[in-house]
């Protein structure tokens, strides 16, 4: 992977709302909020939110993906602040087959309209 690049999984530039709960190390729910996704693949994506999320924390999410809600969960990997906005990459650590489905045909659509 040039550059530096530490993912494992081609990611497509999406933008789609969606809602979270945050679940702290120890198991606590904390925040509940919304953010934006700003890329998304089969295995993670990039949030955009308002405040920081903290690395090791988990999220539950709901997200729409044209006509499809998926509820998920994911392990925060990372988090930065540019311009007073949070960027966070979340590894998906349990997902629907459904939703997995979901995400495939999303990003095989991409593929082929941006590809």
Known sequence: ???????????????????????????RQTTYSMGRTLDVSENGLKLET??????????LITVGLEDDLID??????????????YTTGIEFSDISDEGKRIFKKYTEAFKKHFG
Not at 4 to 22: A, T
Not at 50 to 59: F, M, S
Request: glycine letters at 10%.
């Open 1 to 27: 992977m040039a550059n530096g690049e530490k993912r494992h999984f081609i990611r497509l530039d999406s933008l789609h709302l969606l809602d979270y709960l945050v679940i702290d190390e120890e198991g």
């Open 50 to 59: 308002t405040q920081p999320l903290a690395k090791g924390d988990t999220l």
């Open 72 to 85: 998920l969960t994911g392990n925060i990997k990372h988090c930065e602040e540019a311009s007073g906005r």
